[in-house]
């Protein structure tokens, strides 16, 4: 680890406890764990999913659409090791998914048809209270290394601490309402990717990036974007005409590394 990678590690610790403010977005800032998580800790990707304080769980930030995808079948099939992970409020790991037939049968075979050969699950908690879990995911069967899955935990739990400390509002109250209103924006945010997806004719990845890209260059909070882009209060086109020409070229260009495709190394 260089001194310019500490440096990056540390500003991504600085911004992940930042969040006494009183525009606080915990979408935004899941997403923003995600993409930091999949930069810096030597991993192909990153997804953040939150329990739905009903003993299920909910898939809300991802660093790519791979990322998405397999954080979606654990929580349609209730498998995987995020999930473990969510149970035992302990750290999940595997070397290589494609040999978990037995343990997750259903995530195996996402896993691997997605290019995800490893991956480790950090629970996000406070205490005994588990709230979701960090998972890292590779594109070799290598595992996740030590010093990743420490750095992983560490960030999980920054992020876990911030969420429940914002405006210092009842630990109780935050679980029961901030939460599970995060749960009800991803529902939003998934409605507008698909919007803009078929209307711009480009991918739910590129999708994504320009509402937070919108959200962020418009002063607005990427929930509220989101519900606007779903309801049809804010029309697509301004958010799809400045990459129109040509659209999927210049918001292939605006994507951050950490939302590009995992790839089998």
């Known amino acids: 680890m260089n001194a310019e990678h500490e440096q990056r590690l540390a500003e991504a610790f600085v911004t992940l406890a930042d969040t006494l403010v009183d525009d606080f977005d915990t ?18 990707a990153a997804g953040v999913v939150l329990s739905d304080q009903r003993g299920g769980m909910a898939t809300t930030a991802a660093s790519s659409e791979q990322a998405r995808v397999l954080e979606l079948v654990a929580v349609q099939t209730d498998d995987g090791p995020c ?24 995530f195996a075979a996402a896993a691997e048809q997605h290019g995800c050969r490893a991956a480790a699950a950090m629970p996000m908690r406070l205490r005994d209270q588990v709230i979701g879990a960090l998972t890292l995911l590779n594109a070799e069967a290598q595992g996740v290394d ?5 750095l992983g935990q560490a960030l999980a739990d920054v992020a876990t601490i911030s969420i429940l ?8 109250e935050i679980l029961s309402e901030q939460l599970q209103a995060t749960l009800n924006h991803n529902v939003a945010l998934a409605q507008a990717r698909g919007v803009l997806a078929e209307r711009g004719g480009i991918s739910l990845a590129e999708a994504h990036v320009l509402l937070r890209r919108y959200a962020r260059e418009h002063d607005q909070r990427l929930s509220e974007l989101a519900y606007g882009v779903a309801a049809g209060d804010i029309h697509a086109t301004a958010l799809l005409d400045p990459v129109a020409q040509p659209s999927r070229q210049r918001a292939e260009a605006a994507r951050p590394a950490a939302h590009r495709d995992i790839r089998p190394g």
């Open 146 to 150: 030590d010093t990743s899955t420490r």
């Open 165 to 172: 400390q914002q405006r210092a509002v009842d630990r109780t």
């Open 27 to 44: 979408l935004d800032f899941l997403g923003t764990l995600a993409e930091q998580a999949a930069e810096l800790l030597s991993v192909s």
């Open 83 to 106: 999930r473990d992970c969510l149970r035992t409020g302990t750290k999940v790991t595997s070397s290589d998914s494609s040999a978990e037939t037995d343990r997750w049968p259903r």
